[in-house]
């Protein structure tokens, strides 16, 4: 009975599979350091988590109508940077600096979307001519250094806590929650992922591919963002090399939680708990001191056997 | 004029002409079966009405107000709705997606889905047409071909269109899912539906056709009451 509930939802079975590796990790690293199932540490684990897990919800809308999105990371540094500048250099006030950087994602994931609607070309071509534009312009913005010293009243604001709870896993929590409202309660999630189910389906039936391509990217956009902010409280700086190869380990992560990598299938839920398992992955071989080199090695084999499970649930 | 009318239609792919000067009217009542050979212009004039395709000359009419937006999300508002050959079904969705695909129920702001609503109003209109999904929660591609099509014929009747257009739908059916659909169709006519089919297999057209239309090299070559001609003769029109 349990067996047939999940292998008639693609769904539910990717989610299961994810949760159960999840499990697997918390159990072994349980047994192997005494520090993991500490609160300190679980905190750890969130806030180190909650950078890529904005990217990742960003990145869940974008596969979900089966595209990808490679300039993720870049938007995020840009952002951050710009957010550094502003509050530093330009001395504007958070109020504006914030929402101005985290819009600024959202008019690079428009432009994107906007060029893919264009030019026909495979988003993977566009979002990297982007990665680049907004890397350079990163680089442009802060003449390649790290924009450090930013009002004391935004690090406090940004590295604090709320109940106990810190600040960066409350505003990845507000980003879950939006993403999965707008995924799974709306007109416009449901459309991103019929135009990665079947483009052709989604236009016979008047649905505008791309009006929902242009959202798409302009939602995911914001989300990189939020993750820019969010790194630039983290860290205290606007650093305009952050997040090399966030863009990939954010795939991964969606991939992980059980979406279709040519769309159509995807959920906030899932791409979480791949965000999870990455997080839980590398802070259990950090407190067993494994090697950086090592940990990027287990990254890539999970990748690879988030692949084949995916295939497995396709199948059925 | 009630019914659909098309006025002097063309239409042209690159140098090809598909369709030249396409004039005629279909009646609301009436099956209409449009039969030709491969390339004669059938799907280019069904995708045209269905408003995926834009004519480069002439007019499409609707109870005799004209069709400017040329766009299939406004043919579907104007009452035109089309079942494709490939079903244009989203197969990773349920059955009940797929049923109000472009036309979801929503509640608050128009923009949040109302899944409960769509869930009720698509079993009640499966059981008024006779269709039996086993479960509506099942992605839509794991189902028969028989049922992918009951559902993509359901979907195009599912708000009363006026006109319902249908290319090749008993193409990849088994005998028994063939009749049902002919059902189906006898049930979209006797509605006052203006029923278009396009079909390669001429016993089904002649089951249900009031009237055929042959085309041959983008234009209507006869036209022409069922019970007055024979397969032969069509045969004969659609080859030579």
């Known amino acids: 009975m349990f067996a047939r509930i999940l292998t008639q939802n693609p769904n539910r079975l990717s989610l ?8 697997a990790l918390g159990v072994f690293f349980s047994f192997t350091s005494p520090y993991f199932l500490s609160v300190s540490n679980i905190n750890n684990i969130l806030t180190a988590s909650a950078v890529i897990g904005l990217i990742a919800v960003g990145a869940t809308f974008v596969i979900a109508s089966g595209h990808i999105d490679l300039s993720s990371a870049a938007v995020m540094a840009l952002c951050g940077t710009v957010c550094a500048w502003g509050l530093q250099k330009g001395e ?10 985290v819009s600024l994602g959202g008019v690079c994931g428009l432009v994107t979307g906007f060029l893919i609607t264009l030019t026909k070309a495979p988003s993977f071509i566009v979002s990297l001519g982007m990665m680049s534009i907004a890397r350079a312009a990163a680089y442009i913005v802060s003449h390649g250094m790290p924009i450090y010293g930013l009002p004391d009243n935004v690090i406090t604001g940004g590295q604090g806590a709320i109940a106990s709870v810190p600040v960066p896993v409350l505003l990845l929590l507000t980003g879950i929650f939006l993403g999965w409202v707008l995924l799974t309660q709306t007109k416009f999630g449901l459309h991103a992922l019929i135009l990665g189910d079947s483009v052709f389906a989604a236009e016979a039936t008047g649905i505008s591919a791309n009006r929902v391509r242009l959202k798409v990217f302009g939602v995911a956009g914001l989300y990189s963002g939020m993750a820019g902010v969010l790194f630039m409280l983290r860290t205290n700086a606007g650093d305009p090399t952050a997040g090399q190869s966030y863009e990939l380990i954010a795939i991964t992560a969606v991939i992980l939680g059980g979406a279709n990598l040519f769309g159509g299938r995807a959920t906030i839920i899932g791409t979480m708990l791949g965000v999870l398992c ?3 992955l590398q802070n259990g071989l950090n407190l067993l001191a494994v090697s950086t080199y090592y940990q990027i090695l287990f990254v890539g ?16 | 004029m009630n019914g659909l009318t098309l006025h002097h239609i063309s239409k042209s792919f690159g140098s090809v002409d598909v369709l030249k000067q396409i004039t005629t009217h279909f009646d609301a009542g009436q099956v209409t079966a449009i039969v030709g050979d491969n390339g004669a212009g059938k799907s280019t004039l069904l995708k045209l009405m269905a408003g995926i395709h834009a004519p480069d000359e002439g007019q499409i009419l609707l109870d005799g107000e004209v069709l400017s937006k ?21 197969k990773q969705h349920d059955v009940v997606t797929n049923l109000f695909l472009g036309r979801e129920i929503t509640r608050r702001w ?16 499966l059981d008024r047409l006779g269709i039996t999904i086993p479960d509506l929660n099942r992605p839509v591609g794991v189902l028969s071909g028989g049922q992918q099509q009951a559902v993509a014929i359901a979907r195009a009747v599912l708000f009363n269109p006026k006109v319902l257009l249908l290319d090749e739908p008993t193409a990849a059916l088994a005998a028994r899912e063939v009749e049902q659909v002919l059902i189906l169709i006898r049930q979209q006519k006797q509605q006052g539906r203006v029923v278009i089919l396009v079909s390669h297999r001429l016993n089904d057209v002649f089951a249900v056709a009031d009237r055929l239309l042959v085309m041959h090299q983008g234009r209507i070559k006869l036209d022409t009451p069922s019970e007055a001609t024979t397969l032969a003769q069509i045969v004969e029109h659609i080859v030579g």
């Open chain 1, 16 to 23: 299961a599979q994810c949760l159960f590796f999840l499990a």
């Open chain 2, 110 to 125: 128009g923009c949040f889905l109302n899944r409960a609503a769509m869930r009720k109003t698509a079993q009640r209109e």
């Open chain 1, 301 to 316: 084999m999970v990748l690879l056997a988030a692949a084949f499970l995916s295939r497995v649930g396709y199948r059925r």
């Open chain 1, 92 to 101: 504007w006030s958070p109020w504006i600096a914030l929402p101005v950087s």
């Open chain 1, 278 to 280: 990455l997080g839980v």
């Open chain 2, 70 to 90: 040329r766009c299939p999300a406004d043919h579907r508002r104007r009452g035109i709705d089309m079942v494709y050959q490939d079903l244009a079904i989203a």
